[in-house]
């Protein structure tokens, strides 16, 4: 069965740092473009940022542009968000999503709490 499952969130202050990672089976993940997606309390859906299938090509949205950076390794089935100088309105659940023609994966997503 395909699977997405997201870890490392967690509660951490401002400034600080925090790795998010997603764990993929079930699908051949090195033909699949991924993104990360969030979800503040009580709003909708935020796209985050975008990596293509071979890792060569990322996209972030301006809210995390120079702060955040998306990585994969194909060999471990395995994609990344390296969170940097966090701020409190990062604080959101965070989904990674698996993208290929005719085909659109979610997790289950993982809490991100930013706070002193």
């Known amino acids: 069965q395909v699977q997405l499952v997201e870890s490392g969130g967690g509660l951490v202050q401002p400034g600080g740092s925090l790795r998010l990672s997603c764990a993929a089976s079930?699908?051949?993940?090195?033909?699949?473009?991924m993104s990360w997606v969030r979800q503040a309390p009580g709003k909708g859906l935020e796209w985050v940022s975008d990596?293509?299938?071979?890792?060569?090509?990322?996209y972030y949205a301006d809210s995390v542009k120079g702060r955040f950076t998306i990585s994969r390794d194909n060999a471990k089935n395995t994609l990344y968000l390296q969170m940097n100088s966090l701020k409190p309105e990062d604080t959101a659940v965070y989904y990674c999503?698996?993208?290929?023609?005719?085909?659109?994966?979610w997790g289950q997503g993982t809490q991100v709490t930013v706070s002193s």
């Open positions: 990596i293509n299938s071979g890792g060569g090509s990322t």
């Open positions: 999503r698996g993208i290929r023609v005719g085909y659109d994966y």
């Open positions: 079930g699908f051949t993940f090195s033909s699949y473009a």
